[in-house]
């Protein structure tokens, strides 16, 4: 009442107040619209990045590397204190290129003029998926990364089988509806093949082919139609196919070799072969066996540090065990660590899918049955001479390896075609685990689906497995708060969240 | 004593209005002035004479009133005062000295009093009956505005000035703690120049600020930490480092007084800033006066550490129950103290390389930590005249922390002119302008260059000077323990380089102006800028980081007010008074930042940002608008009815522009009762007031209404983008509101000896503007929901009395009491807990659960069996973990209290404050590191035949298991982070807070250098800790002013300070 006349003051507000407010709420410093091609390039970036190969986790569990000390040497030892280290993935995931490949494929997927934009966002995305549920298992799928367009906070998990069902889906649907004929790509933004539409499809069967073949163990005739339908589409034979990201020297974090990058930063910044930061080393395991079968890998990859200075001399090679409780060793610096030229090379492009990937997978089928065309030998060799080769697409040519010691290496390590299937997969991925270093992740899905190479678990005071190599990555410990029902369901389903439940393809 | 006349002409009426709620009759009330203590003592005498004479004397012991003026009542120019002996004579005019006269006796201090004197009388004795102040009391409420205490229909609480000057505390917040019921004060353990957290009623936003607004002179000050609070979880040096708030930049010396306006009605016309409460700050001004007043106030105080971990030392530096021997062993168990029995042997290596004997050190954070100064020197000048009164003063404060190389220095400059330019024309102007300048401060949080790491995780057979200087002649940090992550403490020290300025300027100018006598327009703006600068150099040759880091923000800040008000005021005839006031506000905050990062020193040891091998510099940019009108009326009856009505009207910039406006209404009424109920003797007054009011506000941060898309730094010829934040943007975005209900009463008793004020409220926050911790798996990490509805509901209570007064001695104290019941109602659909902040590596949670206090402890237990024997994991023989959702303690304690006791004999004074907070826990870092590395003295069973583990298995088949000496330390202890319950303790404790012990100094034989007043005081901060819980660290040992509270994570450690405070008056 007595309030009423004295609104008069503000009057003049009350038409007006709000006059520039959308203006002074529009962020300076970003754009309503987005550039499709220039997330694109991100979501790259980012799913080649945060991966299992991130950090010394998996190359520890997979035996290439270790520390003496607890937090660095998780990987190797399995310490119970650090398990929940394994959830990072996950969480660096979703908001990057999960999040932005859907982006890319919101503003694409309507317009049957970017069908060739549609097709590679769809790949790639499967490609990132399969990282994802590789490690964990049931993971959000369906409604992930629907925050934003459907309000889905708490996503629900898809069990793995469905989510293998609808990438393998998604590649075939992808791989052909790429349409050579629409000169509409990516171009440069594209970071692996450019906008070549006829590679892109060859780097989809070849998934189809890596995802079809993760079946064998669970479903093999479910594996069978796929790996055959993929083999038909044609996958990546050819050196100049090679899916790879490529990377520069110098500039901001995300244009590095993600694995180079972390291990160095993690570790190797001094290169003195003494202090490094976190206690990492090659272990032993890795480097005895490349010494022992003479392999020309271990100057290409390997250095021990004399008198301050980096030494390829594979005679003094040796890598450290990872039993080592805590404590530097008094003869750190004589054990091997990555060399700076090659694996630490930052700006060596990450290799996504290889020749030698393709071969070794190829072998395997030949062995099963399911590829008649050439032999499980003859593949088998050709993958170890690709995976020789590839040092030199990493090293920038630095590192090439001679061919004569590639020669007489493949003819020491002849596929023992007389021997029992077991005894071959057991050599096809023997040379998987040396060859497609450093994939570590691959390796280790294949370690789990084929049970090759015979790792020998490292039993560690205080770990959290009993001695036994963990089967999976732990969900982060958000998810118990934040998507409790969801998460508890995925639980129900796929068992306790557990460093050895299995997933359902390594069931 | 015009209004108990007014009383009793309509006490009849009174009663009839006010029926039914009292029992006593209407006319039963004594004579007022008895009950008012007021006596008149006539001398009898009858003869028609003109001259009055008689006496002025203290009612309370009988002193002369020197200087009360004596006049007739309705003719002021007939008047006197009285002398030194209290006599006076009034000579009457004939015409006045033939009838009787009404006399008015009236003195500062006291109640005027009047009588009716007969031609008769010619000599009177008048005793003064000292002002029950409450009932004159007038203090600053919103916007400046004045009001008698008596009018207020909410709870406010004043400090003034004096009671931040002695036993200073740099963060002027700080000294609240403790003295007023209801604000929970707390300062951090981040060094001097850190920031404050006041909290008033329970915090009042899910994931917003709540900390209240503070105000100076009716203007808003901008509160922020440049580049954002530190965080429970920082790691390095942006997340890491507490860069220290707004209110930490104000002087106390030019304080006059601070007014707490705990929320709700008080706070109402602030409209959606008073929604956590209002400090008002009331700085000085001149006086006129003769020649000028200088004042000059100087302090030195010293502080060191207070509170020492109780760890064991019957075992030192090893591991596996061995102590090292070579250099190797030593490095790698720099931080274990699992080595063997501590028994002085001599083949004992460390890591400094060196032999020493195998004994306990127990001294270590003694000895890396130094004893803390402080000096302020503060000199103010005023004077003026009655057109012109001016204050200036200049302030210096220059502390070193007990952290050696940490550093901080204030300088302030403040100036207040007010103008009385004509009879209706009158303009003030105060201008502060301050530089802060810090050095190194600590970073806190995680371990990556906290240098408090080392203190306190050392080994216990290690002298920590032997890791001096924590660098070898390059200047390469020297490696003293398995992780290159724990920075070496004096690596840090000599190394770091963290430097901070920050340059302010608070400008404020007004002008206002009697368009009538009682109708003033008032025109203010004010404009509080800051520049701010903030390099923090990892150095080359760190264990981590060999090549370096740097990080760096550049922010401009600036907080702008533009306010006109008019304010009427009018009396109805005798009965009702009205004072009105409406106006409109416009508020602008812009923050122009970039933050700058970047690592690897190309050329090494060489810090600057043009040096680095990666870099970047990411602007960022707010600005947020937001536009008011309001009005309020002030409505008595009678002057012991009161009745205010507030409304407030704000449009938001960072809201959808179809919502961004809400209208926020408060009522509030006050009663004096013992001005219309006949009270016993005892109760000077009793008023009782209740209140209700709605203040709420817009979206704490702008630019969240829409999905944007930010460009990504990338070297690459191929350009990078994404969405520009993991939060999601809400376009429905509406104003949230709180709401408030006060009930509460306030009484003085036994003619001033004794005073009650309590108060209940219940406060309840809705649609909280929350930004909701959502599943990564969503693709964001937060979403901005208007969703939250929290409840905060309490009572205050204060208690102040004067036991003992004399001449020469007197006794005063006073309790503040506070319980504050916080629950979380709602966060968001579908979502009943989130996390608002966590410790180091995730070992224990603050979280938002509905039906929970808020902010919460969380985190995981040991599994039990019903019967409670220990499910042990038979792979990791280790307990099993529940669920990291268990409930482990509030993270804010619901019980607050104070208790100031002063004492004052002739010139000396003693004054003690002693304060609780009770009800809260917390969860330390530093415990759980000092149980992996086996300091705990709960890590000291099984050292000797190792470890026996008993429980049952998952399936329930009993276990037992032996952890072997060798395996003590890598296979169990070093596993026990994985159970918070183990290292969340009752935070509760009651500290002697502040202790000064004051001589004022007799004056005369300085008169000659022209001292009218000399103060010297010893003075004590955090002195004691009377009770407390956690044994190995101090219960308060907070780290970051956020949200998130609840958690130790190895700041630098609280001290205890003394000094002396010296005050001159020329």
């Not at chain 2, 004197?117 to 916007?143: D, G, H, M, N």
């Not at chain 2, 979403?783 to 102040?800: F, M, Q, R």
């Not at chain 2, 935070?987 to 000064?996: D, G, W």
Request: glycine letters at 10%.
């Amino acid at each position: 009442m007595l309030l009423l006349p004295l609104w008069g003051i503000g009057g003049l507000c009350l038409t007006s107040c709000d006059k520039d407010f959308v203006e002074i709420n529009t962020n300076p410093n970003a754009v309503s619209v987005p550039t499709t091609p220039y997330i694109f390039s991100k979501a790259l970036y980012d799913g080649a990045a945060n991966s299992g190969n991130k950090g010394s986790l998996l190359f520890g569990l997979m035996q290439y590397t270790t520390s003496y000390n607890d937090v660095e040497g998780f990987g190797s030892k399995y310490t119970a204190s650090q398990v929940n280290a394994t959830g990072g993935v996950f969480s660096n995931s979703y908001p990057t290129q999960i999040n932005e490949i859907g982006e890319v494929i919101k503003a694409v997927k309507d317009d049957p003029s970017k069908v060739n934009l549609y097709a590679a966002a769809r790949i790639w995305r499967v490609f990132c998926y399969s990282r994802l549920t590789d490690l964990y298992g049931d993971i959000p799928y369906s409604e992930a990364a629907q925050g934003y367009n459907l309000s889905i906070f708490q996503p629900k998990y898809d069990a793995q089988s469905a989510i293998y069902a609808d990438m393998l889906k998604e590649l075939e649907t992808a791989a052909t509806s790429f349409d050579a004929a629409n000169p509409t790509t990516f171009g440069t933004s594209d970071l692996i093949y450019q906008g070549n539409v006829t590679k892109w499809k060859k780097f989809a069967y070849s998934l189809m082919l890596r995802l079809g073949m993760r079946l064998s163990k669970v479903d093999a005739t479910l594996a069978q139609s796929w790996v055959t339908k993929a083999i038909a589409g044609g996958v990546i034979r050819d050196y100049a196919d090679i899916a790879k990201v490529s990377y520069l020297a110098s500039g901001q974090n995300i244009n590095k070799n993600p694995i180079a990058w972390q291990l160095l930063n993690d570790n190797y910044l001094r290169a003195d072969g003494v202090n490094n930061t976190e206690g990492g080393k090659f272990q032993e395991i890795f480097i005895s066996s490349l010494k022992t079968n003479k392999d020309p890998r271990l100057g290409v990859l390997s250095v021990v540090y004399v008198n301050g200075v980096a030494s390829s001399d594979e005679s003094i090679q040796k890598g450290m065990p990872a039993t080592i409780n805590g404590t530097k060793p008094a003869d750190f610096v004589t054990y091997s660590e990555p060399k700076q030229t090659t694996v630490l090379k930052v700006d060596a492009p990450l290799l996504i899918f290889t020749v030698a990937e393709a071969n070794f997978l190829l072998a395997e089928a030949a062995l099963k049955g399911w590829y008649k065309t050439e032999t499980a030998s003859a593949l088998y060799e050709t993958g170890i001479r690709a995976a020789m080769q590839q040092w030199d697409l990493i090293s920038g040519v630095s590192n090439v390896i001679d061919k004569a010691r590639i020669d007489s290496y493949v003819t020491a390590h002849p596929l023992k075609t007389a021997g029992t299937v077991a005894e071959q997969t057991e050599q096809i991925y023997y040379q998987f685990w040396v060859g497609i270093f450093p994939d570590a992740q691959e390796v280790y899905n294949n370690y789990r689906r084929t049970g090759y190479p015979a790792l020998v678990p490292n039993v560690y005071p205080g770990n959290a497995t009993g001695g036994k190599i963990f089967r999976r990555f732990l969900y982060p410990v958000l998810e118990q708060t934040l998507n409790r029902a969801s998460y508890n369901e995925a639980v129900q389903r796929q068992g306790t969240d557990d460093l050895l439940t299995r997933v359902w393809w390594d069931k | 004593m015009k209004k108990v006349r007014l009383l009793k002409k309509n006490q009849h009426l009174l009663w009839i209005s006010m029926a039914g709620c009292l029992t006593l009759s209407p006319f039963s009330f004594v004579d007022a002035h008895k009950n008012k203590g007021i006596l008149a003592l006539n001398s009898a005498k009858v003869a028609v004479i003109s001259d009055l004479t008689g006496a002025v004397l203290s009612a309370k012991d009988a002193t002369p009133v020197v200087g009360a003026s004596v006049i007739v009542k309705g003719n002021q120019r007939i008047g006197t005062s009285t002398d030194a002996q209290g006599n006076f004579k009034l000579t009457l005019p004939e015409e006045l000295a033939a009838s009787p006269v009404t006399i008015v006796v009236s003195f500062i201090g006291y109640e005027p009093y009047e009588l009716v004197v007969s031609p008769a009388q010619t000599a009177i004795k008048v005793l003064l009956k000292e002002s029950a102040q409450e009932l004159a009391e007038v203090v600053v409420t919103a916007l400046g505005i004045k009001k008698e205490k008596k009018a207020l229909s909410y709870s406010v609480s004043e400090i003034a000035g004096t009671g931040f000057t002695q036993a200073r505390e740099n963060n002027v917040a700080n000294a609240l703690t403790g003295k007023i019921a209801g604000v929970n004060a707390t300062g951090l353990s981040t060094g001097p120049g850190g920031s404050s957290r006041v909290v008033i009623r329970g915090n009042g936003s899910l994931t917003g600020n709540s900390q209240p607004l503070y105000v100076i002179n009716g203007m808003p000050i901008d509160n922020s930490v440049p580049g954002g609070s530190s965080l429970a979880n920082g790691l390095g040096t942006k997340a890491g480092t507490d860069r220290g708030d707004g209110i930490a930049a104000i002087n106390p010396d030019d304080i006059e007084s601070m007014t707490v306006l705990k929320g709700g009605a008080a706070a109402a016309l602030y409209g959606s800033r008073g929604a956590n409460g209002v400090i008002l700050i009331t700085t000085k001004k001149g006086k006129s006066q003769k020649g000028v007043g200088v004042e000059y106030n100087g302090t030195f105080s010293m502080e060191n550490v207070a509170v020492f971990p109780d760890f064991q030392y019957e075992y030192g530096q090893g591991d596996g129950g061995v102590k090292p021997t070579t250099l190797a062993q030593a490095q790698a168990t720099g931080r274990r103290s699992f080595g063997a029995k501590i028994d002085g042997s001599t083949d004992y290596v460390a890591a400094d390389g060196k032999t020493h004997p195998y004994v306990a050190q127990k001294d270590n954070l003694k000895n890396f930590y130094q004893t803390g100064t402080t000096l302020t020197n503060s000199i103010a000048l005023s004077g003026g005249n009655d057109a012109v009164v001016y204050r200036l003063s200049l302030s210096d404060l220059n502390a070193k922390s007990v952290l050696p190389s940490n550093t901080y220095n204030r300088k302030t400059a403040n100036l207040n002119i007010s103008a009385k330019l004509s009879d209706r024309l009158r303009a003030e102007a105060v201008v502060q302008y301050n530089r802060e300048q810090g050095n190194n401060r600590p970073i806190a949080g995680d371990a990556l260059g906290n240098p408090n790491w080392m203190a306190y995780e050392v080994a216990n057979t290690v002298d920590v000077r032997w890791l001096a200087p924590g660098h070898d002649a390059n200047g390469n940090e020297i490696f003293w323990n398995d992780a290159g992550i724990v920075t070496n403490g004096y690596f840090f020290i000599n190394k770091f380089k963290e430097t901070d300025t920050k340059d302010r300027f608070i400008g404020q100018t007004s002008i206002s102006y009697d368009i009538l006598k009682n109708l003033t327009l008032k025109a203010t703006t004010t404009r509080d800028f800051y520049n701010y600068n903030f390099t923090s150099i990892m150095p080359t040759g760190g264990q981590y980081i060999p090549q370096g880091q740097y990080d760096g923000i550049k922010s401009d800040v600036s907080e702008t007010n533009s306010m006109v008000t008019a304010a009427y005021t009018t009396r109805f005839g005798e009965t009702v008074g009205l004072s009105a006031l409406a106006g409109a506000n416009t508020r602008q905050f812009k923050n122009n930042q970039f933050d700058f990062f970047g690592q690897g020193y190309t050329i090494p040891y060489f810090y600057s940002y043009s040096n680095l091998a990666t870099s970047t510099a990411t602007p960022v940019a707010s600005t947020i608008k937001t536009n008011s009108v309001f009005a309020s009326a002030d409505v008595d009856y009678k002057n012991f009815l009161f009745l205010t009505l507030s409304g407030r009207q704000d449009w938001f910039s960072t809201l959808s522009p179809k919502n961004n406006t809400i209208f926020y209404p408060s009522v509030g009424t006050s009663f004096m009762l013992s001005d219309v109920v006949n009270m016993p003797s005892a109760f000077d007054f009793l008023k009782l007031r209740a209140s209700w009011a709605q203040v709420g506000g817009g979206g704490p941060d702008p630019y969240t209404i829409n999905l944007a898309y930010s460009s990504v730094p990338s070297a690459s010829s191929v350009p990078l983008q994404n969405v520009s934040s993991n939060s999601i943007t809400n376009a429905e975005l509406k104003p949230f509101t709180s709401t408030t209900t006060e009930l509460g009463f306030s009484t003085r008793l036994f003619g001033g000896r004794l005073s009650i004020d309590a108060a209940v409220y219940d406060k309840k926050s809705t649609n909280d503007i929350v930004s909701v911790p959502i599943s990564g798996a969503s693709g964001y990490t937060s979403a901005i929901l208007n969703s939250g509805e929290l409840s905060n509901k309490g009572i205050e209570l204060l208690v102040e009395g004067t036991p003992i007064k004399s001449s020469d001695f007197s006794w005063n104290t006073s309790f503040n009491f506070a319980y504050n019941k916080s629950e979380v109602l709602k966060l968001a659909d579908g979502i009943s807990t989130f996390s608002i902040g966590n410790s180091a590596n995730g070992n224990a949670f603050i979280n938002n659960q509905v039906g929970m206090p808020f902010g919460g402890i969380y985190g995981y237990r040991m599994k039990k069996d019903a019967a409670g024997n220990i499910i042990y994991d038979t792979n990791s023989n280790l307990p099993l973990q529940t669920d990291n959702n268990q409930y482990l303690g509030n993270g804010v304690h619901p019980y607050t209290m104070g208790l100031t006791n002063t004492f004052k004999y002739k010139n000396f004074s003693f004054d003690a404050l002693v304060d609780g907070k009770f009800g809260g826990s917390i969860f330390s870092v530093m415990e759980v590191y000092a149980t992996r590395l086996g300091l705990m003295k709960s890590t000291l069973p099984g050292r000797e035949n190792g470890l026996a583990l008993k429980g049952v298995t998952a399936k329930g088949d009993a276990y037992a298991y032996t952890v072997p000496v060798a395996n003590l330390r890598s296979a169990y202890y070093n596993n026990l982070n994985r159970y918070t319950e183990l290292f969340v303790h009752d935070a509760s404790f009651v500290k002697l807070r502040q202790v000064i012990i004051s001589y004022n100094l007799p004056v005369g034989a300085l008169k000659t250098l022209g001292v009218k007043s000399a103060n010297v005081s010893l003075v004590g901060r955090n002195l004691l800790i009377l009770f407390k819980k956690t044994d190995n660290f101090d219960p308060e040992q907070g780290l970051t002013n956020g949200s998130a509270q609840g958690i130790e994570s190895i700041g630098l450690p609280r001290t205890r300070s003394y000094g002396i405070n010296l005050n001159l008056k020329f």
